[in-house]
């Protein structure tokens, strides 16, 4: 089966311009996260979906985060304007359902802003 | 945003000789979760625990449930240097999120 697929794997771009993450989620899945990983800070929840319905949008850092789920299999993180601040390594994560159901991560995407 | 303790932080061991890393919260957790992360890739998922006091294994990897349920114990045996990378706690207390730890970075010399 396939797992969860983000893309691109690597993006670079220059501060002030906008950048789109994507994730397909693992199949069935009902529940859709977005982390950030940092050295500094490991890796923390920005947002997460359910059903396509963002439900807790807490951890996103500012206005400049945006994140869409317009269907079940299809996810984006937004990033405008984006900020060398905010380079990381961007996560998805999707479950079966909540409750006491792992989190199954794709491989990332690398960000570097200039 | 809050973090489990993981330690060590990082260690390097011999080919062959086992490891353990711990995970620990002031909290009480219902489930913990162990993940290992290796270069360029996202989490793996290894062992999850559902219950206090459970041991559950993975191959070379073991794991448990800490009895009062604020920590979790990850022991791999005999290992290998396929082993190395990061490993994750996370736990859970009821709501939607998982809290990830700090992670243990693990090298093996060969």
């Known amino acids: 089966d396939a797992g969860v697929i983000q893309s691109p794997r690597h993006e670079v771009t220059e501060m002030g311009q906008e950048v789109t993450l994507r994730c397909k989620p693992i199949s069935g899945h009902d529940y859709l996260f977005w982390y950030r990983q940092t050295m500094m800070r490991g890796l923390e929840l920005l947002i997460y979906f359910n059903n396509n319905v963002p439900i807790d949008d807490s951890g996103m850092p500012e206005d400049r985060f945006s994140a869409k789920m317009p269907n079940a299999s299809f996810s984006t993180l937004k990033i405008q304007p984006s900020e060398p601040r905010d380079s990381a390594v961007y996560f998805c994560?999707?479950?079966?359902?909540?409750?006491?159901?792992?989190?199954?991560f794709g491989d990332g995407t690398r960000l570097s802003i200039l | 945003g809050q973090q489990l303790n993981q330690s060590p932080q990082s260690m390097f061991i011999q080919e062959g000789e086992d490891v353990s890393m711990n995970c620990t919260s002031s909290?009480?957790?219902?489930?913990w979760l162990w993940y290992k992360q290796d270069p360029g890739e996202g989490p793996v998922l290894l062992i999850a625990l559902y219950k206090a006091g459970e041991l559950t294994s993975n191959g070379r990897l073991t794991a448990q449930f800490g009895i009062t349920r604020k920590d979790s114990f990850l022991n791999i045996s005999a290992s290998i240097p396929s082993d190395v990378g990061i490993y994750f706690c996370a736990g859970q207390s009821g709501t939607y999120k998982y809290i990830f730890g700090t992670g243990t970075r693990l090298k093996v010399l060969a």
């Open positions: 994560a999707s479950s079966l359902w909540v409750g006491n159901q792992p989190q199954h």
């Open positions: 909290s009480i957790f219902n489930t």
